[in-house]
């Protein structure tokens, strides 16, 4: 049974960091793909990045390339997301995402959730100004 769980959200003021974890069970970590998400109140979930673990490629977003840094621990099963400089506008819910290995897996960016195969619950991430 595939399980992820997102932790680490919280308040924090503008300017701040955060890092968030996704520990993932019930798949073979080191052969998926994953993802983080965000969606803010009444707006769209929005890809923000993803990392493949066969070759250990990252692709991220415009809105936070260069704040945002996706990485992992193979060891642990756990995805992480680690932001910084942020903004009252990365406010939001923030959802990991996994994807099993795939025919297709290495031609893929993992940046639409029809990519995924399973995603978490979220965890709140609020940034005061």
């Known amino acids: 049974q595939v399980q992820l769980v997102e932790s680490g959200g919280g308040l924090v003021q503008a300017g701040g960091s955060l890092r968030l974890s996704c520990a993932a069970s019930g798949f073979t970590f080191s052969s998926s793909a994953m993802g983080w998400f965000r969606q803010a109140p009444g707006k769209e979930r929005e890809f923000l990045a993803s990392?493949?673990?066969?070759?250990?490629?990252?692709y991220y977003a415009t809105s936070v390339k260069g704040r945002f840094t996706i990485s992992g621990d193979n060891a642990k099963s756990t995805l992480y997301l680690q932001m910084n400089s942020l903004k009252p506008e990365d406010t939001a819910v923030y959802y990991c995402?996994?994807?099993?290995?795939?025919?297709?897996?290495?031609?893929?960016?993992?940046?639409?959730?029809?990519?995924?195969?399973?995603r978490g619950q979220g965890t709140q991430v609020t940034v005061s100004s």
């Open positions: 995402a996994a994807a099993l290995t795939s025919r297709t897996y290495y031609s893929r960016t993992y940046s639409t959730e029809g990519e995924y195969d399973y």
């Open positions: 990392i493949r673990w066969r070759d250990v490629t990252t």
